[in-house]
């Protein structure tokens, strides 16, 4: 594929913001979280499609999907939408010169999702004054803000600057659907196609009250980061636009606690380039 993920089209299916087709809100939740890790990777994102179309095919097949009409119908409608030729030729000679699965894959790209939820999270929840910025943040995770003191369980570990500068450039666009996952404790950043038990995952998690709570919570939070960052780092970064219908619901995260606002007042330019970690 080489136009871009049509991510408003995802989120409409998800949320029966139009007919879906059969099946397609399973499929479209394992897209969506497939754009979590390359948002800027339409081919990528397009063989994770594929992959959970070939999976929702052989649930068919073994009678662990309930067909819409027949089980042939169902093969034939999903195989002319998901799994033309094209595709599926595409998506065995990606596969074969990876040699990876999905989970592999998604597990190297942890640590940039972890900072640049943790970025958000920060830029969401520190008090206004002294304004939060993405150099104070950065600053306040190299410094473990959201690691075991400042924290009971670790958040996010401890990097060095350039780091979480790199992880919020790949990912700042899609951080609040990040944030908004870690809030509502659903497991779609590591929900692989190809993983095991991912159709009953995906069954699951697809449920429209499930949708909606998410993704009312990620708009909210985008809007909230957003308003937290100036003009230029926000013209930086492609957010979503919402479908219309898509309503917000503040997810009511706390501010920082005093000690992390604390360790967030130590920040200075010259404080900042003594830091040496990893």
């Keep these: ?128 004054l002294p304004r939060p910025s993405l150099n104070r943040c950065r600053f306040f995770i190299a410094k473990g803000g959201f690691a075991p003191p400042f924290t009971k369980t670790e958040i996010c570990p401890p990097r060095a600057v350039s780091t979480s500068k790199k992880a919020w450039f790949h990912y700042g666009a899609v951080s609040p659907f990040l944030l908004a996952a870690r809030i509502s404790k659903l497991p779609l950043v590591d929900l692989a196609p190809d993983d095991d038990g991912a159709l009953a995952k995906l069954a699951r998690l697809s449920e429209v009250r499930l949708m909606t709570s998410y993704f009312q919570s990620a708009n909210a939070i985008q809007t909230q980061l957003i308003a937290s960052l100036d003009l230029l780092a926000e013209r930086r970064l492609e957010f979503v636009n919402f479908p219309r219908g898509v309503e917000s619901a503040d997810p009511s995260l706390s501010e920082l606690s005093p000690q992390q606002q604390k360790l967030s007042r130590t920040y200075s330019v010259a404080n900042a380039t003594k830091i040496r970690i990893r």
């Design 1 to 128: 594929m080489t136009h871009r993920t049509d991510i408003i089209d995802l989120i409409e299916v998800l949320l029966e913001l139009r007919e879906p087709r059969p099946h397609e809100r399973l499929i479209a939740l394992a897209t969506f979280c497939a754009w979590l890790y390359w948002p800027a990777g339409p081919r990528m994102v397009e063989d994770a499609r594929a992959v959970a179309g070939a999976l929702v095919v052989r649930g068919l097949l073994q009678g662990k999907v309930q067909p819409v009409g027949t089980v042939s119908e169902d093969v034939d409608v999903l195989m002319n939408l998901y799994l033309s030729p094209s595709v599926v030729a595409d998506v065995l000679l990606d596969r074969a010169y990876k040699q990876e699965p999905f989970f592999i894959e998604y597990a190297a790209i942890e640590e940039e999702h972890k900072l640049a939820c943790a970025t958000a999270e920060y830029l969401v929840r520190a008090p206004r």
